[in-house]
């Protein structure tokens, strides 16, 4: 009998070409609001360009505001069902930094910034990812009013990391980052986990 060769799947995950030119690795965000506004202009060019769902993420050193990382939802540009935007600011941070956590004793506390609540997945990543601190922008019903299902995500959810010593900041712009959804919904983006 012979053996059918099957081709063994390789999986690379690299930025849209337009991040090279947005995104200003030098520059120190001082405050959430800077933050989230990268955040959200990520998501908002994500969809202007049709690269991706309306949701941007960025991991910053907290205390210096430095930039580590950028994620933008990559689901269906990349056929992933994991590749929120989130998910790709942790993966890029890792990445960047040669490890698997983003906590250290020695090294800075890091944060994530994400232009919507985090779903159920990108819940459970936080937890491990080392982040110590994470700023949300629209929430979870604003994305829900598009239809995309953000799964079991409760107030106890919540609760869980916060007394794992992630603190969570909610509504840092929430109108901007709405407004983002809102465009992607104008433009019958799809919705691919309703």
């Known amino acids: ?21 947005l ?7 001082a405050s959430d609001e800077e933050r989230m506004r990268l955040a959200i202009t990520l998501s908002r060019e994500n969809v202007v360009r049709r690269t991706g769902g309306p949701f941007g993420a960025a991991i910053f050193e907290m205390e210096t505001g430095k930039l580590v990382a950028v994620g933008m939802n990559s689901v269906v540009r990349l056929n992933n069902c994991t590749l929120h935007g989130e998910m790709v600011a942790f993966m890029m941070a890792q990445a960047r930094l040669g490890c698997f956590t983003l906590r250290s004793d020695t090294g800075p506390a890091h944060e994530l910034v994400t232009s919507c609540e985090p779903c159920a997945m990108c819940l459970g990543a936080t937890l491990w990812s080392g982040v ?27 609760a869980y990391l916060e007394a794992r010593g992630i603190e969570i900041v909610h509504g840092v712009l929430r109108a901007e980052a709405n407004a983002v959804l809102e465009l992607y919904r104008s433009g019958e983006g799809i919705i691919y986990n309703g």
């Open 1 to 21: 009998m012979l053996r059918r060769c099957l081709k063994i799947p390789t999986i690379r995950i690299e930025y849209p070409d337009w991040v090279a030119s």
């Open 23 to 29: 995104v200003d690795w030098e520059r120190r965000y």
């Open 132 to 158: 110590r601190r994470v700023v949300c922008g629209a929430h979870r019903d604003d994305a829900r009013r598009l239809n995309f299902e953000e799964g079991p995500v409760f107030p106890e959810s919540h």
